[in-house]
């Protein structure tokens, strides 16, 4: 069957106050047509490539890729917090295909996700939890990070398992473009977010609205032109989305992990996720891009993208 795919920007910052409305209502203007792409698609089963930001997974254990076979939402920034509906006998298949084809992932018979991931599914479907879905995380933030080109070929293994499939899957990655948010590093955090980036020690309700209120803040004098944090990318944004627009994806084969950070910010790795999902498209055959939304998104401290694509097979 031919597969489909959806990619999309995420931020917490869609569901906190303080983004003005017209740029909210741009925003979700494009997030409508994404819906009504998927809705036409009718999937039978979602693959998701997300993100984490020490929410489910730490540097005690830090893998590059790893496949939920049952997985549950945290909850944080007002995204639904609970199981989702994980197809494990599917998932489990898809990790020994994955395996079998030389990429080494892990698996997590208890996955905790975090709004990069529930929050596309939120806005596309209306609920987390509306279809079965396979997670599949790929570490963006937390150096040291393997070569792009590893993340087109987890894609490729992953395309050509659901080609084993009497399904109709949609593909989403989950993230980017540029952008360089406030996320802790090994060498920059304090002891007690040291502590929760190693070891994953739980937030109080106290420490939870401390770090909303920071993101809040951080958006607001980033978006003020009063923050260090690196500036939006747009050009670098719109080269990335050229590339996959005209499924040109060996071409990010040469982009060095310091050229990532340099030209899209800290956080601008999170183009994995594409890349992954649109080499599993590609599998499928020629594909097209059609929903094809950008906003230089200073408020969203994020070059906000969103593209939907089909395979003509």
């Known amino acids: 069957m031919p597969l489909a795919l959806c990619c999309m920007s995420h931020s917490p910052l869609l569901n906190l106050p303080g983004p003005p409305q017209d740029l909210l209502d741009d925003v979700n203007a494009g997030i409508a047509q994404a819906r009504e792409f998927v809705r036409a698609y009718q999937p039978e089963l979602v693959v998701i490539f997300s993100p984490d930001h020490y929410n489910g997974f730490f540097y005690k254990v830090m893998p590059p890729f790893c496949i939920g076979m049952h997985a549950n939402g945290v909850g944080d920034f007002g995204t639904q917090a609970g199981p989702l509906d994980v197809a494990e006998g599917i998932a489990a298949d898809c990790a020994k295909a994955i395996l079998g084809a030389g990429i080494d992932v892990a698996v997590s018979a208890s996955m905790d996700v975090d709004h990069g991931t529930v929050q596309p599914l939120e806005k596309l479907f209306g609920a987390a939890t509306s279809h079965p879905v396979i997670p599949i995380f790929i570490n963006a933030i937390a150096a040291p990070l393997g070569p792009l080109h590893r993340c087109r070929a987890l894609g490729t293994a992953v395309g050509e398992f659901l080609a084993t499939l009497d399904k109709r899957v949609l593909l989403i990655g989950s993230g980017g473009l540029s952008h360089s948010p406030p996320v802790p590093t090994l060498e920059s955090a304090h002891p007690a977010v040291w502590a929760r980036i190693v070891n994953g020690e739980p937030m109080n309700p106290e420490q939870l609205q401390a770090r909303q209120r920071a993101v809040i803040d951080a ?22 989305l050229e590339i996959v627009d005209g499924g040109h994806l060996a071409d990010l084969d040469g982009w060095s992990n310091t050229f990532v950070i340099h030209e899209g910010g800290s956080s601008a790795h999170e183009i994995r996720t594409w890349v992954a999902a649109f080499a599993a498209l590609a599998t499928a055959g020629p594909y097209r891009t059609t929903v094809r939304y950008y906003k230089q998104a200073a408020e969203l401290i994020a070059g906000f993208a969103i593209r939907t694509a089909a395979t003509s097979q």
């Open 219 to 240: 958006a607001k004098s980033f978006a003020a032109g009063r923050s260090n944090l690196a500036p939006l990318n747009p050009a670098w944004d719109q080269h990335f």
